[in-house]
């Protein structure tokens, strides 16, 4: 009887020692996985930002006069962003109370774009990519047209709805 005891203890110990090393492993393996599952949906969860900011003077923009650059602060920066917080658009002023912008980041990779007047074209310097003046593609491997921000004029200043920067997720090479 005795030796019968000794022979089942073994297997019994056995079997519970690899369901709690199981077990372990994968709280382990879930412990581990809750960073990157949280790397990846990070971008689907966090809130978009949309915010108004004030980009100048109705009168300091000419009336068909082409796009002028401006500067502003972006719209969600990250506490430690330092300059890269900084953004800028394309902005023109279509009559006295219409305005159309564009975000300078080319929709291939987010390269700042170069408004050129003698072409009426949005220039990309990094691959090549070129937009027309209403911000469609007109060759290169941008995947989309520019992005529009929406603009709006109060108490005289030009306010342009902002957004984080417009980043293109799935490229074409
Ligand atoms: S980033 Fe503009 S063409 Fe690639």
Redesign the pocket.
């Known amino acids: 009887m005795s030796e019968l005891k000794s022979q089942v203890r073994p297997e019994k110990r056995r079997a519970f020692l690899t369901k709690l090393s199981l077990g372990l492993g994968g709280l382990a393996a879930a412990a581990a996985s809750v960073p990157v599952i949280a790397a990846l949906l990070n971008p689907w969860l966090r809130e978009k930002k949309r915010v108004w900011r004030s980009v100048g003077r109705v009168d300091e923009f000419e009336r068909e006069g082409g796009f002028k650059l401006v500067k502003y602060k972006d719209a969600a920066p990250d506490p430690w962003a330092g300059s890269t917080g900084n953004s800028a658009a394309w902005l023109r002023r279509d009559s006295d109370t219409e305005f159309t912008a564009f975000s300078i980041?080319?929709?291939?990779?987010?390269?700042p774009?170069r408004w050129v007047p003698s072409s009426e074209l949005f220039m990309?310097?990094?691959?090549?990519?070129v937009f027309y003046k209403d911000g469609s593609v007109a060759t290169?491997?941008?995947p989309k047209s520019m992005v529009k921000y929406p603009v709006r004029v109060r108490n005289g200043q030009v306010e342009i709805e902002t957004t984080a920067i417009p980043v293109t997720t799935s490229?074409r090479v």
């Open positions: 980041n080319c929709t291939h990779l987010g390269c774009v990309c310097p990094c691959h090549g990519g290169g491997p941008p490229v």
